[in-house]
């Protein structure tokens, strides 16, 4: 019963599906209790097979295909369904170049209208806006090459724009001859699409327009945000290329290299589990931080003093900080990066004051290399996470500036309290964000 419902409900769907580059469901039932889909016969080869034995297809040619088949995909998302595996294999054309054009066939002939893609295989369809596949192959998300990061996440709430990544990679494929990430194995190439950009197409093939380099970068961007708003906006795109006229995609505007650098990885996830620590962490380095300006203030300056607050006091609250984590759940590989990213911070910064003491310098003197160390973690952050702490670690590098010029004694002797101001800051706002995060995922599971 189970699969009967399921079969009738991909059928229903898939006979909504009219369009000239969808293959059409012409008849749909049941024979001897065996289901059937009766569907049109298109004479050709798949895509793919045209790449195989062609190689890359000339640039007029890949924009012409690309822009029908993004046409035959909104009629779809308008309809309803996400596709969810767009790949050559799965566009039939309906020409057969071994038999009717030889193996010498220049592939630019299908530029011409008479030959066109098909859109087919619909098995791992889905409705918009449901949790649930059309059928139980739909616990395969995709093909690895052609998945976009939030599908090879296995993310429910995957959207139309998943289908636009992936016409970005057909297109990509179609230029140069290969898909934008391929490795020897799936797991390798699953872990390229989430954490590698993909190699600009005009480093393949010199030949390729900028235009249409930049209209498949666009789609092949990782948050889905930064793609084309829809398959329609794409072929719009590339249908002005073809008739010379303006486009929307812009060449590398400064507010796109921003969005980019200020975007999350597919790591920022595991904020969540630090989201509450963050804000207990942003409260217990301003206290240390507040203590040692006081301490200043009322003129100590034994080494020990503040050697004894920091050494004590970032071990302690280290300890705690750690086991409460664990707590919370098995931690992840990213998460141990991190941790030990900020371990080597807080062993740098107890080492400042040993410094202090090696050499004989004053107390206090090296307290500017504080925010520097700290600067640097939060790099590391943003090279991981997200490149929101690129902004945070600007921020301590600036202090660190600050804290230099400020003299170590008087009324304006506050260096220690910005530095713990910026760093309450750093940590409080994203573990607020974090642990939001974490809660509505929490009241909707």
Known sequence: ??????????????????HPNIV?????????????LCLEFVKGSTLAEWLSHVGPFAPRTAARLVADIARAV???HMNGILHRDLKPSNILLNAKWETEYGETHDPAFLAHSSFQPKVTDFGLAKLIGQAESLTRTGAVVGTPSYMAPEQATGRKDVSPLADVYS???????????????????????????????????????????????????????????????????LAADLEAYLAGEPMSVEPGSL????????????????????????????LMIFLLCLLTQALSW?????????????????????????????????????????????AGSVI????????????????????????????????VKAGTLSGQFYLYAGCYFLTAIVMAVLP??????????????????????????????????????
């Not at 019963?1 to 009219?18: G, I, M």
């Not at 507010?255 to 509450?276: K, P």
């Not at 940590?427 to 909707?444: A, H, V, W």
């Open 1 to 18: 019963p189970d699969d009967r419902a399921r079969f009738a409900a991909e059928a229903e769907a898939a006979a909504r599906l009219q």
């Open 24 to 36: 059409s469901v012409y008849e749909v039932g049941q024979h001897n209790g065996q289901a059937f």
């Open 74 to 76: 909104h009629a779809a």
């Open 167 to 233: 016409l970005g990679a057909i297109l990509y494929e179609l230029l140069t001859g290969r898909p934008p990430f391929r490795a020897a194995h799936p797991v390798d190439t699953l872990l390229m699409v989430l954490e590698q950009e993909p190699v600009p197409p005009r480093d393949w093939n010199p030949g390729i327009p900028r235009d249409l380099e930049r209209v498949c970068l666009k789609c092949l961007q990782k948050p889905s945000d930064l793609r084309y708003s829809s398959a329609a906006v």
């Open 255 to 282: 507010g796109s290299f921003v969005s980019r650098l200020l975007r999350e990885t597919h790591h920022a996830a595991v904020l969540e589990n630090w989201g509450l620590l963050w804000m207990w962490h942003s």
């Open 298 to 342: 009322s003129g100590v300056d034994s080494h020990s003093a503040y050697l004894v607050l920091w050494g004590t006091g970032l071990l302690t609250w280290g300890t705690i900080f750690w086991r409460l984590r664990r707590r919370g759940g098995p931690v992840l590989f990213v998460e141990r990066q991190i941790a030990h990213a900020w």
């Open 348 to 379: 740098a910064s107890i080492g400042l004051f040993i410094i202090e003491v090696v050499r004989d310098l004053a107390s206090l003197t090296l307290s500017p290399v504080l925010p520097l160390i700290a600067g640097v973690v939060f790099l």
């Open 408 to 445: 170590q004694t008087g009324p304006w002797n506050m260096g220690h309290l910005l530095f713990g101001l910026v760093s309450a800051v750093s940590f409080f706002f994203p573990g607020l964000k974090y642990y939001r995060q974490r809660k509505r995922g929490e009241s909707t599971a």
